[in-house]
């Protein structure tokens, strides 16, 4: 139910089967800092939005996690899940920027995957701004897979609308920057005043 509850939940280490649940909107104020998740024992986690909005997502530094300069409400999602499901969660109004170059990575939701099952239902961003050297997505920015089992990144009837996702090098797009697993996407909306744009032209 508030900024403080949100932060612990979203950066520690899960050892079981977690339902979290937002109980109100969340107004974040300052920069928000560092959130790793990382799981063991193949729990299940699920961030679930209950429907409610998540304000002032601003960060304009990036943090080294998982290999990546990172940032978003989630910085890096750790292996060791079995998988993480964030649902019915809106986020609006987020404000990121990341300068760090080759290996930035950064996405409204999770700045980077490390080989895990993530599905996003029926989430939305809203009124985002990023800029990015590279791996700049609505949702994430860069997904990993180094395991031979193949993992799935399943987006279902999500939005990103009114938004402006922006990169100097490579690797931008409406959902996910940069791909490395397997990607399914269903009943999901590009729309509004969005705009995807690489200063190298080089979009995807």
Do not use: P
């Not at 050892?15 to 109980?23: G, P, Y």
């Not at 940032?71 to 809106?90: E, M």
């Not at 300068?99 to 950064?106: I, M, P, Q, V, Y």
């Not at 949702?139 to 993992?151: E, L, M, P, R, S």
């Amino acid at each position: 139910s508030s900024a403080d509850e949100l932060s612990a939940a979203l950066n520690k280490t899960y050892t079981e089967d977690t339902t979290v649940m937002l109980t109100k909107d969340i107004t974040l104020t300052g920069e928000w800092d560092a959130h790793s998740l990382n799981g063991s024992n193949n729990a299940k986690l699920v961030i679930d939005g209950n429907g409610k909005t998540i304000y002032g997502l601003n960060s304009s530094s990036y943090y080294n996690l998982g290999g990546f300069n990172s940032n978003g409400l989630v910085t890096n999602i750790g292996a060791g899940f079995s998988s993480v499901t964030f649902k019915n969660l809106t986020i609006e109004g987020a404000n990121l920027t990341n300068n760090g170059e080759e290996s930035a990575a950064t996405g409204v939701f999770v700045g980077n995957t490390n080989t895990v099952n993530v599905t996003f239902d029926t989430c939305t961003v809203t009124g985002a701004h990023i800029n990015s050297y590279k791996y700049a997505g609505g949702f994430i920015g860069y997904t990993q897979d180094v395991n031979t089992t193949k993992k799935t990144v399943t987006f279902k009837n999500c939005v990103v609308s009114d938004s402006n996702i922006n990169t100097t090098d490579s690797s931008v797009g409406g959902l996910v920057g940069h791909n490395y697993t397997d990607l399914t996407i269903t009943g999901c909306q590009i729309k509004g005043n969005t705009t995807i744009k690489c200063d190298e032209n080089r979009n995807g």
